[in-house]
């Protein structure tokens, strides 16, 4: 199983990036999608999710902001972010489980400038 994310760059705040994840080695319809990220200092948290169904869920943080989405057809996985805030800039994981393990993309990095 490979995830490769892209996508991220440096803006300014209120601007936005769309994060792409290329999934391979699973049958991506079949599977929940996680973007998570990581700042600084913090831990990994949990930024959106997308059942095989399209059901999404989201932080608090990035609600009506940040919108996911699924290519089941491209194996790929979205994340767009909009009207970003310096306090978004992290290193962002698109995330699945197989067989009860976690696999991660590399990480594709965010930053936002006040």
């Known amino acids: 199983v490979q995830l490769q994310a892209s996508g991220g760059g440096s803006v300014q705040a209120g601007g936005s990036l769309r994060l792409s994840c290329a999934v391979t080695?699973?049958?991506?319809?079949?599977?929940?999608m996680g973007w998570y990220r990581q700042a600084p200092g913090k831990q990994r948290e949990l930024v959106s999710s997308?059942?095989?169904?399209?059901?999404?869920d989201y932080a608090d943080a990035v609600k009506e902001r940040f919108t996911i989405s699924r290519d089941n057809f491209g194996d790929t996985v979205y994340l767009q972010m909009n009207s970003l805030k310096p306090e978004d800039a992290a290193v962002y994981y698109c995330?699945?489980?197989?067989?009860?393990?976690?696999?991660w993309g590399r990480g594709t990095l965010v930053t936002v400038s006040s």
């Open positions: 995330n699945t489980q197989h067989r009860g393990r976690d696999y």
């Open positions: 080695g699973i049958m991506f319809r079949s599977y929940t």
């Open positions: 997308i059942s095989p169904g399209g059901s999404t």
